[in-house]
């Protein structure tokens, strides 16, 4: 029964037509619990970074810096950009939703890929607008399919570069004819939160694209290679204009203390971040090699993840069964249209080949 009664206030319009946004499962049955579910790190977060945490705590009737300026200044510096041009939030999510909601009005369109994220539906719609989506070829987004789809109507184009959950990416080279083929009012938003995993020579982040145009935007995120899922901390490189936008609109203290002074120390500790890369790296090749010798087809991934695919929905559905029992939690992706596969992040050494043992069991007796 809908909830909403039809005399009581009402939402605008799309609101009531989103699918939540549906987590990764928590539980399984078993002993020890391996989840392998939700792209976290495998490796944690870096000690300095979780000192730096409970430092914080000392000062918990403070008001946070609401310019963020001293993690702004340390993002700055690490990647070489212009201080001013970034913007924080709570998680690139809320920088996403941000954007979406400065830029989107019903009426208008924005346009994702088949496989996308599935926040972006989820901010295009809770602004009245209307979510477009481009199909992608082999599970990749595919540039001349979002430009045909682009109209007087289109106002943002969303495109995670990695993409999760399939892994793909697009070239610097593919990246720039499709910024080239969008009208200038038209805002390509480059989500990059699994850019630190990605070894190809022929990406690019978007940096460049940001700094010279007025129409791109770069998210990024802790939460992926430096650990901090939980602590919600990721930022924009933005144009000015649109730096200045996000920064009218956006909570005035949205990143909190113990967030800011982790990701600062965080970004500090390049050992760890060079390790915590070998180690994905390391597993990801493994991971690769082992489940394809069973016989699973899998995505070609630059990210942390891999997105296996099954005979059909139903042994999908029977393996992630079967795993769940052995206390291997997966992330079924039937949301995305995916109803065949399961994703699978990195994780531990242990649990990685855990996870490939029972994987090879469940496969015997298909």
């Known amino acids: 029964m809908n909830a909403h009664h039809k005399n009581g206030p009402q939402p605008q319009s799309g609101i009531l037509d989103i699918r939540p946004y549906v987590p990764?499962?928590?539980?399984?049955?078993?002993g020890k619990i391996y989840k392998l579910s939700a792209n976290e790190s495998a490796v944690g977060a870096s000690p300095k970074a979780?000192?730096?945490?409970?430092?914080?705590?000392?000062?918990?009737?403070?008001?946070?810096?609401?310019?963020?300026a001293a993690l702004r200044e340390a993002i700055a510096q690490r990647h070489g950009l212009r201080v001013q041009n970034i913007v924080c939030g709570a998680g690139s999510d809320e920088l996403l939703q941000l954007l979406a909601h400065a830029y989107l009005a019903p009426g208008d369109e924005a346009i994702y890929s088949q496989f996308g994220f599935l926040v972006y539906p989820i901010a295009i719609s809770s602004n009245g607008a209307t979510a477009v989506i481009?199909?992608?070829?082999?599970h990749r987004a595919d540039v001349g399919e979002i430009l045909a789809r682009v109209t007087a109507k289109t106002k943002m184009v969303f495109l995670a570069n990695p993409n999760n959950p399939t892994g793909t990416y697009l070239t610097a080279e593919e990246i720039a004819r499709l910024h080239q083929g969008l009208p200038a009012h038209v805002l390509l938003?480059?989500?990059?939160a699994y850019a630190e995993f990605v070894m190809a020579n022929d990406y690019d982040a978007g940096v460049a694209l940001v700094e010279n145009h007025s129409n791109v935007v770069m998210t990024r995120t802790f939460s992926k290679i430096y650990g901090l899922a939980s602590l919600r901390l990721g930022w924009a490189y933005c144009p000015p204009a649109i730096a200045d936008v996000l920064?009218?609109?956006?909570?005035?203290?949205?990143?909190?203390?113990?967030?800011?002074?982790?990701?600062?120390a965080a970004l500090?500790?390049?050992?760890?971040?060079d390790d915590a890369l070998a180690f994905n790296t390391k597993w990801m090749t493994w991971l690769t090699v082992e489940i394809t010798?069973?016989?699973?087809?899998?995505?070609?991934?630059?990210?942390?993840?891999?997105?296996?695919?099954?005979?059909?929905?139903?042994?999908?559905?029977r393996a992630d069964a079967f795993l769940s029992d052995r206390g291997l939690i997966l992330r079924a992706v039937a949301a995305y249209g995916l109803p065949a596969a399961l994703r699978l992040s990195v994780g531990t050494e242990e649990a990685n080949r855990f996870v490939v043992n029972k994987l090879e069991e469940f496969l015997k007796w298909r």
């Not at 938003?189 to 990059?192: A, C, T, Y």
């Not at 500090?268 to 971040?273: G, N, R, T």
């Open 268 to 273: 500090e500790d390049q050992k760890f971040f």
């Open 50 to 68: 979780l000192a730096a945490y409970a430092e914080s705590a000392r000062d918990m009737e403070r008001y946070p810096d609401g310019s963020v």
């Open 247 to 264: 920064n009218r609109i956006r909570g005035p203290f949205n990143v909190s203390v113990p967030a800011m002074m982790a990701g600062i």
């Open 293 to 317: 010798k069973l016989g699973l087809n899998i995505t070609p991934s630059v990210g942390n993840f891999l997105l296996l695919h099954f005979d059909s929905a139903g042994q999908a559905q």
């Open 189 to 192: 938003v480059l989500d990059g």
């Open 134 to 138: 481009a199909p992608e070829k082999n």
């Open 24 to 30: 990764g499962k928590v539980g399984a049955k078993g």
